[in-house]
């Protein structure tokens, strides 16, 4: 008894990924012509308006982890550059790369923004 139950449960399961598996129909195609210009200019016209995101209550993930990612090579920076120890021409390096990432320039002052 038990193997036939487990033949069947493994047939059960074979027709669940079959059927998960099948493709889906294609979309349909779009149509040339007069009508699919005007939808095309109507289109790029709305391109700006469905990707504002002006009303979130909070940033997106990928704003968050570059700001917590600046925040962690801030730290990191300002240890070298109250570090004596550490060359300078290694801090005004690091500072210019971390310059790049931010957007703006950065020296060991403008690190305590972070």
Known sequence: MIPCRTLAGLFGLLLAVAA???PVGAP???GNGAGADATGQAATADDRAWRDTAAYPFAAW???ALRLELVAKA???REYCANRRVPDEFVRERLRRFSV???RQEDCRSLLDY
């Open 20 to 22: 998960h598996a099948q």
């Open 28 to 30: 349909a195609a779009a």
């Open 62 to 64: 990928a704003d968050t």
């Open 75 to 77: 730290m990191q920076l």
């Open 101 to 103: 990432l931010s957007g």
